[in-house]
């Protein structure tokens, strides 16, 4: 299904349902798991399948769609009330009541039951215990009040029953998993020198998961040295295991990032090889609801085609200082902006790391010295020509969606690069580039701080 296309072919048993086109001539590319979770799968020749759905029946019917599970629902009961309405009427007709109802000395099992309409209504307002006090039992006949506590047992438990299914069937955590949202496209881009993978998740409901994790697969058809093939096997894919990076606190959207290293099933791919590759990632959030302490997940899925190489996602958490709570803009929930990134793949820009003929500077941004401070006119910075330790480097940062008339205490100090796995990689080079550095999409104004000066510069992030 993912790596075999077929021409299209009419089917004659299921005329309704039309396999789409794709050219004319060439089926759409299915996938294993659809956007929305569901895995497309249908299974065929199970033994004892009716038996065994039989034997774990409450799960069954907790599956079941609410159509079904409403029908069996009316169906219960009317067929409960019904069957004890035909006994009640049995009963009386066995005793004479029927023959004696003119008769007013007589003293029938049930008052006021003449036929099987009255003794459906008497069967119906025992079950329901609505008791009008117009239809009652006597103690003419004791198989009638046996009978009666047979049906007030059935009845309760059927009740019972049925109010947990549809409860269950309310409160299952897969509803859950509808209010977690994942992005439409995954991107490919540079983080500290290495390419990686990345995808953004988040919730929309204001509690938030407990223990929540991520996990990323690739299924795609390989062959062993043997010989056999493997139509969908699955490749794992490391989002962070090691330092806890999959474990996420999903209070807004997360980045998931998976760094393409030599462990990584995209470490040869470049960007023309992701044009005609054929596989399919699944992405996997594992999670602890709040409200009902049950696990819930949420699963979605990328083909090639959904990858974009040389992207990255759009920020949309800012702080208002008005009201002061951080404000999460969905509308960019999807978002991404072009980034330069190089075409190759993640093997052949650690082969020309290694040669020393990988231009960094061209990717990267590089604070300027105190003694080699050069702003352009476009307030680009100009290329660095000394050498120096990017992991000293501390730089004073203002988010351009704060407050930009904020003085240098509302900045922030950070750090430059990111201190986790997906930052590590071999030490770049000395610089003494004198290419332009490249011109990113977002202008945001900060200082680089050494020793005890402060430089107001002009950076693009």
């Not at 599970?69 to 069957?83: K, R």
């Not at 047979?150 to 269950?168: D, E, K, R, Y």
């Not at 997360?254 to 596989?279: M, N, Q, V, Y």
Request: one cysteine or more.
């Amino acid at each position: 299904m993912l790596d075999i296309e077929e021409p299209l072919v009419k089917n004659k048993k299921y005329p309704f349902f039309k396999t789409p086109r794709l050219g004319g001539s060439r089926r759409i590319r299915n996938r294993l798991v659809q956007k929305q979770g569901l895995c497309n799968i249908s299974l065929k020749n199970v033994p004892k399948q009716r038996r065994k759905y039989f034997s774990d029946i409450f799960t069954t019917v907790i599956e079941m769609k609410w159509r079904w599970c409403l029908l069996y629902f009316s169906l219960s009961f009317m067929i409960s009330w019904s069957f004890f309405a035909t006994v009640y009427f049995l009963i009386a007709k066995q005793h004479g009541d029927i023959e004696q109802i003119a008769n007013a000395t007589w003293t029938p099992c049930i008052v006021n039951v003449h036929n099987e309409l009255n003794a459906f209504l008497f069967s119906f307002t025992t079950q329901t215990t609505i008791g009008y006090g117009f239809r009652y039992p006597t103690d003419a006949c004791p198989l009638t009040i046996v009978t009666m506590c047979f049906q007030f047992m059935w009845g309760v438990m059927t009740q019972t029953l049925m109010a947990g299914i549809i409860f269950s069937k309310l409160a299952r955590p897969i509803k859950r998993a509808a209010t977690l949202i994942f992005s439409k496209n995954a991107v490919i881009c540079l983080r500290d020198g290495k390419l990686c993978l990345l995808f953004r998740v988040g919730d929309m409901r204001k509690s938030s998961l407990a223990e929540a994790h991520v996990r990323l697969q690739m299924i795609k058809r390989c062959v062993t040295y043997e010989g056999e093939l493997l139509p969908f096997h699955q490749f794992d894919m490391d989002v962070g295991y090691d330092q806890g990076l999959d474990r996420v606190f999903v209070i807004w959207p997360i980045t998931i990032c998976h760094e393409i290293d030599e462990r990584s099933p995209l470490w040869e791919i470049g960007a023309d090889d992701l044009k005609s590759a054929k596989f399919e990632i699944i992405a996997i959030l594992e999670g602890v609801v709040e409200s009902v302490g049950s696990t819930t997940q949420a699963r979605t899925s990328y083909l090639p085609s959904e990858i974009l190489w040389g992207h990255r996602f759009e920020k949309l958490v800012h702080y208002k200082k008005e009201n002061g709570q951080y404000n999460i803009d969905f509308g960019k929930f999807h978002n991404v902006y072009s980034v330069n990134t190089p075409t190759c793949s993640a093997a052949e820009i650690e082969r020309l790391r290694s040669e020393g003929i990988f231009n960094e500077s061209e990717y990267q941004m590089y604070p300027p010295s105190d003694n080699k401070l050069n702003l352009l006119d476009n307030d680009e910075m100009s290329p660095v020509r000394d050498s120096i330790d990017l992991n000293q480097i501390q730089i004073l940062r203002r988010d351009s969606d704060e407050d930009p008339d904020a003085g240098e205490e509302s900045m922030e100090l950070v750090d430059l690069g990111i201190h986790h796995k997906c930052s590590i990689r071999s030490q770049s080079p000395i610089i003494n580039s004198t290419s332009h550095l490249l011109q990113p999409m977002h202008k945001n104004s900060c200082s680089v701080r050494r020793g005890s000066s402060t430089l107001n510069v002009s950076l693009h992030g």
